[in-house]
T-cell receptor, first 114, second 109 residues
């Protein structure tokens, strides 16, 4: 069974631009979560989607948004990029929504904002 | 929200040595996972262990949920064990992992 996949793997943008990252969960997994990793703040939760609905959101500004499609694939968007948005963005999937299941992570998208 | 603390922050080992990494958390949890982050950034699942003890090869983990801590044991360490180890918990509120700050392990040949 294929693991969580994320595209693109690397991205370079300039301040003020917007970016869209994509995540395909493990087949059969219905919950997708996004995390941001920076050297200063560590790994922080962005949001979680289940059945196309955002169920939980971390403490990030409204420039960070996401969505989930009917096939459970998810995208996150960051608008009006700032230098501080440079980070590794990790996507995770788990089997079901209400159970406290094991989460599996993708390889990440490394975003650099110049 | 729930707080997760890992210790030590850094660990330098000689190949073949044993070590223990600790994870303390501040509230009841329904999920606890240990990860190893490889040099390319991917988080590799080591253990899903909300309670009890598990072993996988040279690695084992114990979570004592009532006392709010978990331990990861590395035995007979190898240079390939180098990297950052993260503990992450999912509180009873559910649906998100809160990560500790990690333990950076360097195993010297």
């Amino acid at each position: 069974k294929a693991g969580v996949t994320q595209t693109p793997r690397y991205l370079i943008k300039t301040r003020g631009q917007q970016v869209t990252l994509s995540c395909s969960p493990i087949s059969g997994h219905r919950s997708v979560s996004w995390y941001q990793q920076t050297p200063g703040q560590g790994l922080q939760f962005l949001f979680e989607y289940f059945s196309e609905t955002q169920r939980n959101k971390g403490n990030f500004p409204g420039r960070f948004s996401g969505r989930q499609f009917s096939n459970s694939r998810s995208e996150m968007n960051v608008s009006t990029l700032e230098l501080g948005d440079s980070a590794l963005y990790l996507c995770a999937s788990k089997l079901a929504g209400d159970d406290y299941n094991e989460q599996f992570f993708g390889p990440g998208t490394r975003l650099t904002v110049l | 929200g729930i707080q997760v603390e890992q210790s030590p922050p850094d660990l330098i080992l000689q190949e073949g040595a044993n070590s223990t990494l600790r994870c303390n958390f501040s509230d009841s949890v329904n999920n606890l996972q240990w990860f190893h982050q490889n040099p390319w950034g991917q988080l590799i699942n080591l253990f899903y262990i909300p309670s009890g003890t598990k072993q996988n090869g040279r690695l084992s983990a114990t979570t004592v949920a009532t006392e709010r801590y978990s331990l990861l044991y590395i035995s007979s360490s190898q240079t390939t064990d180098s990297g950052v180890y993260f503990c992450a918990v999912e509180s009873t509120a559910g649906n998100k992992l809160t990560f500790g700050g990690g333990t950076r392990v360097l195993v010297k040949p």
